[in-house]
């Protein structure tokens, strides 16, 4: 079975700060979804990559998933209070067939930023 | 804008107890999910539907039962509740599963004492 494993475990940055939140698979990503979450309002969708070395942004937040499609990081450019919250990283397994987008998480970062 | 709507957002039962807890989707989603977090885990499959009348488990799906009758609802049912089943359950729906958007609704906390 696929595992994720996501470094650091928990982040505190002052406010304006950059930084990276990675996301290591024990084998190929077929989808590597992002999501960030905060207490009380569920998960909510930021980006989903697919192809070795795409990269998305949105806003202030920019996605990689390098080119051997095992690894994938988040990296948060002139971090706000608004960014504080958990990063969870999420694979599809699918090989070949479909996994029917069942996914396996990694443990989540927190992410605490210091006005 | 709806999406996914679960209820109750926090539970409380007893041992040996049951519940359900309510999914509903206004999306048209064929594909629907129950995940279960726990403290400082990732999520956890418990069961999934790719359509109305079909269902299979996922990697926990041991004390559960879902059901599936229309597109819209994927009720997730906890028969004989036990103190592991403590934790926060997440519904979710896609389009068509893999490489699509995968929206998950804001959770349902779930204490057994």
């Known amino acids: 079975s696929q595992e994720l494993e996501q470094s650091p475990q928990s982040l505190i940055v002052q406010e304006g700060k950059n930084l990276t939140i990675n996301c290591t698979s024990s084998k190929t990503l077929y989808g590597l979804y992002w999501y960030k979450q905060k207490y009380g309002e569920g998960l909510i969708f930021l980006m989903m990559l697919q192809k070795g070395g795409e990269e998305k942004s949105h806003e202030k937040i920019t996605a990689k998933l390098d080119e051997k499609k095992q690894q994938s990081s988040l990296h948060i450019t002139a971090s706000q209070p608004s960014h504080a919250g958990i990063y969870l990283c999420g694979a599809d397994p699918k090989a070949g067939g479909t996994s029917y987008g069942k996914l396996t998480f990694g443990q989540g970062t927190i992410l605490t930023v210091h006005p | 804008n709806a999406g996914v709507t679960q209820t109750p957002k926090f539970r409380i039962l007893k041992i040996g107890q049951s519940m359900t807890l309510q999914c509903t989707q206004d999306m048209n989603h064929n594909y629907m999910y129950w995940y279960r977090q726990d403290p400082g885990m990732g999520l956890k499959l418990i069961y999934y539907?790719?359509?109305?009348?079909?269902?299979d488990k996922g990697e926990v799906p041991n004390g559960y039962n879902v059901s599936r009758s229309t597109t819209e609802d994927f009720p997730l049912r906890l028969e004989l509740a036990a103190p592991s089943q403590t934790s926060v359950y997440f519904c979710a729906s896609s389009y068509q599963g893999s490489g699509n958007t995968i929206y998950f609704g804001e959770g349902s906390w779930l204490t057994v004492v």
């Open positions: 539907s790719v359509g109305a009348g079909i269902t």
